[in-house]
């Protein structure tokens, strides 16, 4: 008896010493200023599949994920899809009001291409997509909030992935319609524009390991050319931008890029700039730096490869003079998502399958067991993470103008979400630390404004600001307590302490 009681003490006192040596990793030391500059602008970011519903309503077109929802429900953790959602399409007045109350300068959200165009082509304009929109940009500049929107968050018209989606170079000028009907809808008060969100989720596990939609699996193939034709695309939006509609409209084009923080057990730097060549320098190298191209480091390794395997060319496209230059400044920002860090180290062994993108990485990701880990398994709490990720892109691209428009945690759904609390705490302290240091930062964006649609995690996994009542159909958005904290954050433009409340 008494042993199982003292077995229950150690068992008690070690589980709390694990999970406060999980929350003392999930702060940094503040470095000098206390404040944000006044310019700098807060706001949340969410997509159009994970939150607006409506799947079909209006005209809409079905997108790659409704195609594989639909048909592959096992592939979701609960079963779900985004058929519904916090259906922010009907109640976008819910949305706005939650967006008032945090006191937000900007809100990030993205169109539905298959709103727009329902098959992907200009011919199947629908009115009634853009009426939406209009009125959402609208009631966002009514309450001084401004828009700041993502043209693909990964939706892509169905019918353009008969045609084998961004494997194919027609989605080139499939996008650049798409784009020039958005600029030309909205553009009027659009003066932020993101063309895409994440092409590394897109192109390696859409088209390489087949995990998400499309499930198009060709693992170092078709991963590479959808890189390419998606780069091919933004650079060309980009020009289209500049040369057609900036001198009317003045506004800011960019694209967004995910990106861990590789981190060195042993302090080697070659490790260190393979994986961030590996998962930032792949985009980001072709637009932020001088040369243009795809990193030099890659280009060699996947050639190495592919000659290795018999191939009589690299598996990597070449980019060549027209599009490097076309591409290399095709952006006014850079846009980050930073949720995590991995330790990287060269593996000695084989990593992957041949041929992949595991396989040409060749690189060991680990987790230090230190860091508090969310609901989601691959998302730990390293604030340092992104403090060297922004220093590091301070030096590797000319100090570029940085957005971070997406950072966040996801958990139960609880609504006193405390690590959600230090997570935010911290990463803007991350932030604040990186502007002292020289990065030119102008925004952040929380992820998310509510609870939303987690993709193959369905609903099981939460990184909202407010829950959504899912039970009911008015679905109302109750604040939790990170809701309080990141307002107080926006009115004071410090950190404040997270126990205020
Ligand atoms: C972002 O992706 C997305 O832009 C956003 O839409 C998403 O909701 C948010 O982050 C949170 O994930 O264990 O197989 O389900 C960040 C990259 C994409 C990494 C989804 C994890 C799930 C892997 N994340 N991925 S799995």
Same mark, same amino acid.
């Given at each position: 008896?008494?042993?199982?009681?003292?077995?229950?003490? !150690?068992?008690?006192?070690?589980?709390?010493?694990?999970?406060?040596?999980?929350?003392?990793?999930?702060?940094?030391?503040?470095?000098?200023?206390?404040?944000?500059?006044?310019?700098?602008?807060?706001?949340?970011?969410?997509?159009?599949?994970?939150?607006?519903?409506?799947?079909?309503?209006?005209?809409?077109?079905?997108?790659? /994920?409704?195609?594989?929802?639909?048909?592959?429900?096992?592939?979701?953790?609960?079963?779900?899809?985004?058929?519904?959602?916090?259906? *922010?399409?009907?109640?976008?007045?819910?949305?706005?009001?939650?967006?008032?109350?945090?006191?937000?300068?900007?809100?990030?959200?993205?169109?539905?291409?298959?709103?727009?165009?329902?098959?992907?082509?200009?011919?199947?304009?629908?009115?009634?997509?853009?009426?939406?929109? %209009?009125?959402?940009?609208?009631?966002?500049?009514?309450?001084?909030?401004?828009?700041?929107?993502?043209?693909?968050?990964?939706?892509?018209?169905?019918?353009?992935?008969?045609?084998?989606?961004?494997?194919?170079?027609?989605? !080139?000028?499939?996008?650049?319609?798409?784009?020039?009907?958005?600029?030309?809808?909205?553009?009027?008060?659009?003066?932020?524009?993101?063309?895409? %969100?994440?092409? %590394?989720? !897109?192109?390696?596990?859409?088209?390489?390991?087949? *995990?998400?939609?499309?499930?198009?699996?060709?693992?170092?193939?078709? @991963?590479?050319?959808?890189?390419?034709?998606?780069?091919?695309?933004?650079?060309?939006?980009?020009?289209?931008? #500049?040369?057609?509609?900036?001198?009317?409209?003045?506004?800011?084009?960019?694209?967004?890029?995910?990106?861990?923080?590789?981190?060195?057990?042993?302090?080697?730097?070659?490790?260190?700039? #393979?994986?961030?060549?590996?998962?930032?320098?792949?985009?980001?190298?072709?637009?932020?730096?001088?040369?243009?191209?795809?990193?030099?480091?890659?280009?060699?390794?996947?050639?190495? %490869?592919?000659?290795?395997?018999?191939?009589?060319?690299?598996?990597?496209?070449?980019?060549?003079?027209?599009?490097?230059?076309?591409? =290399?400044?095709?952006?006014?920002?850079?846009?980050?998502?930073?949720?995590?860090?991995?330790?990287?180290? =060269?593996?000695?062994?084989?990593?992957?399958?041949?041929?992949?993108?595991?396989? @040409?990485?060749?690189?060991?990701?680990?987790?230090?067991?230190? /860091?508090?880990?969310?609901?989601?398994?691959?998302?730990?709490?390293?604030?340092?993470?992104?403090?060297?990720?922004?220093?590091?892109? =301070?030096?590797?691209?000319?100090?570029?103008?940085?957005?971070?428009?997406?950072?966040?945690?996801?958990?139960?759904?609880?609504?006193?979400?405390?690590?959600?609390?230090?997570?935010?705490?911290?990463?803007?302290?991350?932030?604040?630390?990186?502007?002292?240091?020289?990065?030119?930062?102008? *925004?952040?964006?929380?992820?998310?404004?509510?609870?939303?649609?987690?993709?193959?995690?369905?609903?099981?996994?939460?990184?909202?600001?407010?829950? !959504?009542?899912?039970?009911?159909?008015?679905?109302?958005?109750?604040?939790?307590?990170?809701?309080?904290?990141?307002?107080?954050?926006?009115?004071? #433009?410090?950190?404040?302490?997270?126990?205020?409340?």
């Amino acid at each position: 008896m008494c042993s199982i009681v003292i077995i229950l003490v !150690v068992i008690a006192v070690l589980g709390h010493f694990q999970s406060v040596t999980g929350a003392e990793n999930c702060t940094i030391h503040a470095k000098g200023n206390s404040k944000f500059p006044d310019n700098f602008s807060f706001g949340v970011a969410t997509s159009a599949y994970q939150i607006e519903g409506a799947w079909n309503a209006d005209g809409k077109g079905p997108s790659i /994920w409704d195609e594989y929802t639909h048909k592959h429900p096992d592939r979701i953790k609960d079963k779900s899809n985004g058929d519904i959602a916090a259906e *922010s399409y009907h109640h976008f007045d819910l949305d706005l009001k939650a967006l008032k109350d945090l006191k937000v300068d900007h809100y990030r959200f993205s169109i539905a291409w298959t709103r727009i165009f329902p098959n992907g082509c200009v011919s199947s304009r629908n009115q009634k997509g853009i009426d939406y929109y %209009n009125s959402v940009i609208n009631k966002l500049l009514e309450n001084g909030i401004e828009p700041m929107v993502t043209m693909y968050h990964w939706d892509l018209p169905a019918e353009l992935q008969k045609f084998g989606g961004f494997t194919n170079s027609l989605i !080139v000028e499939q996008f650049l319609m798409y784009a020039d009907e958005l600029f030309e809808s909205f553009g009027d008060r659009v003066k932020t524009w993101i063309t895409f %969100n994440e092409p %590394n989720q !897109v192109c390696k596990f859409g088209y390489g390991t087949g *995990s998400v939609a499309p499930m198009v699996e060709l693992p170092g193939v078709g @991963d590479y050319l959808c890189y390419t034709n998606l780069l091919k695309a933004h650079g060309a939006t980009y020009r289209l931008y #500049r040369s057609k509609f900036f001198e009317k409209q003045q506004g800011k084009i960019g694209i967004t890029l995910d990106s861990i923080y590789g981190v060195s057990k042993t302090n080697n730097n070659v490790d260190v700039d #393979r994986a961030m060549q590996y998962t930032l320098g792949l985009l980001a190298h072709p637009i932020f730096s001088k040369s243009g191209g795809f990193p030099p480091l890659l280009v060699k390794d996947v050639q190495k %490869n592919s000659f290795a395997e018999g191939r009589k060319k690299s598996r990597l496209p070449n980019l060549d003079e027209y599009w490097k230059a076309l591409i =290399r400044g095709s952006a006014d920002f850079l846009g980050i998502n930073y949720y995590t860090s991995k330790y990287v180290k =060269r593996s000695t062994d084989l990593m992957g399958e041949s041929p992949s993108m595991a396989r @040409d990485y060749n690189v060991e990701e680990t987790f230090d067991p230190k /860091w508090l880990v969310a609901k989601s398994e691959w998302l730990h709490c390293y604030p340092e993470g992104l403090e060297g990720l922004l220093k590091f892109i =301070r030096d590797e691209y000319d100090n570029v103008e940085v957005k971070i428009t997406e950072n966040g945690w996801s958990d139960e759904g609880e609504l006193v979400d405390e690590n959600r609390v230090l997570y935010f705490k911290s990463h803007i302290q991350a932030v604040l630390n990186a502007i002292h240091d020289g990065s030119n930062i102008s *925004s952040y964006s929380a992820w998310s404004l509510v609870d939303n649609f987690e993709w193959n995690k369905g609903y099981t996994e939460k990184f909202g600001l407010y829950s !959504v009542n899912m039970k009911s159909h008015k679905k109302e958005r109750i604040p939790k307590k990170s809701a309080h904290y990141y307002r107080k954050v926006i009115e004071t #433009r410090t950190i404040p302490n997270e126990d205020f409340v």
